[in-house]
Nanobody
């Protein structure tokens, strides 16, 4: 049973923007802080942004000031607005709970930043 579904990735030029969405089942969303993670080729998966149940946010240093995470508690979704994208943002992006749980890793959504 799929419980987290990511969407919104694509190919964008440097400096461009993308908006990622993650739809979660209510049972996951209502009791957890949530995060966006990414994994670039040859690198470990890393947390880039997090949002608590109350809406408090946290960002990695590499994306702070460019990415914005938000959650819609009525729709059980989290959104990652990514601006001023750089080639080093290229990765597969995933959402998961915090702390992440192995059973919730989905297919992710590919983000490619290239001219």
């Amino acid at each position: 049973q799929v419980q987290l579904v990511e969407s919104g990735g694509g190919l964008v030029q440097p400096g461009g923007s993308l908006r990622l969405s993650c739809a979660a089942s209510a049972s996951i969303f209502s009791i957890n802080s949530m995060g966006w993670f990414r994994q670039a080729p040859g690198k470990q998966r890393e947390l880039v942004a997090a949002v608590s149940r109350e809406g408090q946010t946290h960002y990695s240093a590499s994306v702070k000031g460019r990415f914005t995470i938000s959650r819609d508690n009525a729709k059980n979704t989290i959104v990652l607005q990514m601006n001023i994208l750089k080639p080093e943002d290229t990765a597969v992006y995933y959402c998961n709970t915090l702390p992440p749980r192995a059973i919730y890793w989905g297919q992710g959504t590919q983000v490619t930043v290239s001219s």
